[in-house]
């Protein structure tokens, strides 16, 4: 069965990956023989891994359908998650095996106040993973958002500990000036490590998926990245070459990716997969309410030999510790793998808003453990501890109330009716609305109005502005505080003023555009434009997604056809005047054509909000979505 997959993946059929690998079962044939120094012993290796928590520490409530003693499941509220239950969960499951390995496969940084509002950048990302002591860290591309130096100072807070746990990617070359060349870091990140296990040596290879880290983060301009098939190859033979015939890569490069890089190695066993946040496992965590899986967990295939491969991936936001168990025979090869994904809750269980009765929670515990894999775990005492200042420095900044949003501004990166590539990132309801689809978010569109019109106000003027979608990070509504704003725009990027042509300012479109949708592409890119506005093709061949662009004249409010001679003033966060997100139009331009206006994007959004009319009852500023014809995607078709 696993080899069939493998065939019909490599065949290039219609079928979706995510649906074939829900379909894959069945046991793994072991073949050959590594001659290794580990020859003749068999292991049977336990492998907890997380990936993905960006900087989500804390629980959250969880609504999930269980039955509760009656005939069929009701809506059952619990608290769920956060990163005390990680450590506890992993402590647990660790002690009920011999041959353990505690896997970290990247993106633990930005996403939350915790990562750059509860003190240094990543500090309590660091403390929170210590409690684990984590065999190995796999970068993810979000450790480069604050540059390597910023990386830098979140590998010396991992080391402070007495963990000092082993970071990794084989395909990440630090340039001559970085803080991580190994010239003058050296050690802090390494191509792989090697650990015993039941005295068989078994090694670990990091990845990082390169063209986005380069494009959507900021690693140094010197610092490259190597194709990752490439990269894992080359460390898996020096590994090989020294007799390790047990290779496990923990790949942070998205789901879909591993299922077409393992094929292509050789001498792979076991793929420890992040990056593209994927659930995996049974159809029962969708009629429980936990998710959608993407694939099987574990998804089996082969690699290039035509052995077997286990891929693994454990969702995302400490939701979720995935437990692989890996059975090698006397050669070195998988003869069976299997696993849980353990999604952790606790047991304070509530129905209609009421806590529900000793017979219920009775009932609700016997079905959330018939399900196999919500696991009800206690939070550790010492993570929760370790915890504690940095939730109390959270909790001061929190108390601010900044605005009152009467109706949700949506979020969504990229506009697209059912099935196009970011349609169920908006809320059911601005899903049922409809104006996401048309539009794209309202969130991002206002911030980067915000930052026209702060712009023309404060800083000097600019006739449009620039804002690519994943860089707005969640919707608002209500009354929302200032840790909710910071929230919008967690990333911390200064402002720069560009001068650009009109022909400049169709090639940075055009950049957005083809970061999204050509290939390789993600959601992050899509523009945001303040000032701009234009019609978008997906479909369309690179350089011709975009077309009928006009500008607004700011005084009269009259949309004209741009200029491609004309000299516009541009203001974009430095994250894509630099290149970020794959807008090389932007880093092409001069220096003589460019300032640093050294304003924060949170700050500037800030300006804006305080700004707004105020709220009769509450004297607060009130954030409405624009209107219409202010939003940059005209049209879109895909």
């Known amino acids: 069965m696993t080899t069939m997959w493998a065939k019909q993946w490599s065949a290039g059929r219609g079928l979706r990956m995510g649906a074939l690998a829900l379909a894959v079962a069945g046991a793994l044939v072991a073949c050959g023989g590594s001659g290794s120094d580990d020859a003749g012993q068999p292991l049977e290796l336990t492998i907890l891994h997380i990936n993905d928590h960006h900087s989500t520490l ?11 003693g009656g005939a069929s499941a009701v809506d059952v509220a619990v608290d769920a998650a956060g990163f ?10 660790a002690a009920q095996s011999t041959n353990v390995l505690k896997l970290h496969a990247g993106d633990a940084l930005t996403g939350t106040l915790y990562f750059n509002r509860a003190g240094s950048n990543g500090e309590a990302d660091a403390a929170m993973m210590n409690t684990v002591c984590f065999d190995a860290f796999t970068l993810g591309n979000h450790e480069f958002d604050k540059g390597d130096s910023g990386l830098k100072g979140f590998i010396d807070l991992l080391r402070k500990g007495t963990c000092k746990t082993p970071v990794l990617s084989a395909n990440v070359q630090f340039g001559a000036n970085s803080a991580l060349n190994a010239s003058r870091a050296p050690g802090y990140v390494s191509p792989s490590t090697v650990v015993e296990r039941g005295g068989q040596k078994i090694g670990i290879v990091g990845l990082t998926i390169a063209q986005k880290t380069k494009a959507s983060s900021s690693p140094d301009a010197d610092t490259t990245f190597e194709d990752e098939t490439t990269a894992a190859q080359r460390e898996i033979d020096r590994l090989r070459n020294q007799g390790i015939n047990k290779i496990i890569v923990m790949s942070h490069v998205g789901y879909e990716y591993d299922l077409q890089i393992a094929p292509k190695l050789s001498g792979v066993d076991v793929v420890v997969g992040a990056d593209s946040h994927t659930l995996l496992g049974p159809v029962g965590l969708t009629t429980t309410g936990v998710g959608t899986p993407g694939g099987a967990y574990p998804t089996q295939l082969t690699d290039k030999d035509g052995k077997p491969v286990c891929v693994v991936q454990a969702w995302e936001y400490a939701q979720v510790v995935g437990e692989l168990k890996v059975s090698f025979d006397a050669q070195g ?11 952790l809750i606790g047991d304070n269980f509530t129905i209609g808003g009421k806590a529900a009765t000793d017979a219920e929670k009775t009932a609700l515990k016997a079905s959330a453990a018939a399900t196999g894999f919500l696991r009800i775990t206690q939070p550790a005492a010492s993570a929760t501890a370790a915890l504690q200042p940095f939730k109390d420095r959270v909790a001061v900044f929190n108390q601010t109330q900044a605005a009152v949003v009467p109706q949700e501004l949506c979020s969504r990166r990229v506009p697209g009716g059912v099935g196009s590539v970011d349609y169920s990132r908006s809320s059911a309801a601005c899903t049922a609305e409809g104006s996401v689809s048309l539009r794209g978010g309202d969130i991002q569109q206002l911030v980067a109005q915000a930052y026209l019109e702060v712009a023309n106000a404060q800083y000097g003027g600019a006739d449009i502005s620039l804002q690519s979608g994943g860089g707005v990070r969640i919707p608002l509504q209500g009354t929302v ?14 402002l720069f003023r560009l001068d650009v042509t009109g022909q400049e300012v169709k090639g940075m479109l055009e950049d957005g555009l083809e970061a999204t949708f050509g290939t390789g592409g993600s959601t992050g890119p899509y523009p945001y434009t303040g000032g701009l506005r234009f019609d978008v093709n997906a ?6 997604r975009a077309s009928n662009i006009e500008v607004r004249n700011p005084t009269t409010g ?4 741009i200029d491609l001679a004309k000299t516009y003033k541009l203001f974009v966060l430095s994250f894509n005047a630099t290149g970020g997100d794959g807008y090389k139009t932007l880093a092409a331009v001069p220096a003589a054509r460019r300032l640093d206006i050294g304003v924060l994007d949170a700050d500037v959004f800030f300006s804006y909000i305080d700004k707004q009319a105020k709220d009769a009852v509450t004297g607060l500023p009130t954030l409405k979505r624009l209107p219409v014809e202010l939003y940059s995607t005209k049209s879109f078709a895909n």
């Open 539 to 544: 479909k369309a061949t690179k350089g011709a």
């Open 333 to 343: 090869n998988v003869s069976q793998c299997k696993g849980t994904p353990h999604v």
């Open 558 to 561: 009259v949309w004209a056809a």
């Open 84 to 93: 005390p239950r990680v450590t506890a969960a992993i402590g647990e499951l």
């Open 481 to 494: 505080t200032a840790a909710q704003i910071i929230q919008v725009l967690p990333f911390g990027n200064m």
């Open 58 to 68: 804390e629980s959250k409530s969880k609504t999930l359908k269980l039955s509760a």
